[in-house]
């Protein structure tokens, strides 16, 4: 495991770091993903080593592995982008903990981005996000809050 980790670190991560630029594609609700500072990973040749050493960490309860294995899938190029697999990723990454994983698997609910939306659950994981102190998701409940009151 501290083999993996080394590894891991090697591929030059920074974990969890938000920016507002990433909104996600949607006519009018603009949900913002977390992402890390750094997604050298994505365009380079070194994606499918990514996705292995982060799918090993993952399966083995490291949440900030499932966050950047459900990024890779989430926002890589058309290679290797699996909504799906993104989506699992996320789960497995909320559910270890990962306020960043609980906030992008709200982002893939609330927007229907690849999957069928389900706003009432994206308010669920954007709300246990915000409880572990992932601030974009405080934005972003309020922002499917203040949606859901509208309708």
């Known amino acids: 495991m501290k083999r993996l980790l080394m590894i891991l670190m090697l591929l030059s991560f920074a974990t969890g770091t938000a920016t507002a630029d990433n909104a996600a594609p949607t006519s009018d609700l603009h949900l913002i993903r977390t992402t890390p500072a750094e997604k050298e990973v994505w365009y380079s040749n070194l ?11 993952c399966d083995s309860g490291e949440s900030q592995a499932c966050f950047n294995l459900g990024m890779i899938y989430d926002t890589g190029d058309m290679t290797v982008q699996d909504k799906t697999k993104a989506a699992q990723a996320y789960r497995l990454g909320c559910s270890k903990g990962s306020a960043a994983a609980c906030n992008n698997l709200g982002v893939l609910y609330g927007t229907g981005d690849g999957m069928k939306a389900d706003l009432p659950l994206a308010s669920g994981y954007f709300d246990q996000a915000c409880q572990l102190k992932e601030e ?3 934005t972003n409940q309020k922002m499917l809050s203040d949606r859901l009151i509208a309708r």
Do not use: E, M, P, Q
Request: charged letters at 5%.
């Open 136 to 138: 974009i998701a405080c």
């Open 47 to 57: 994606v499918t080593k990514a996705i292995l050493f982060y799918g090993s960490a």
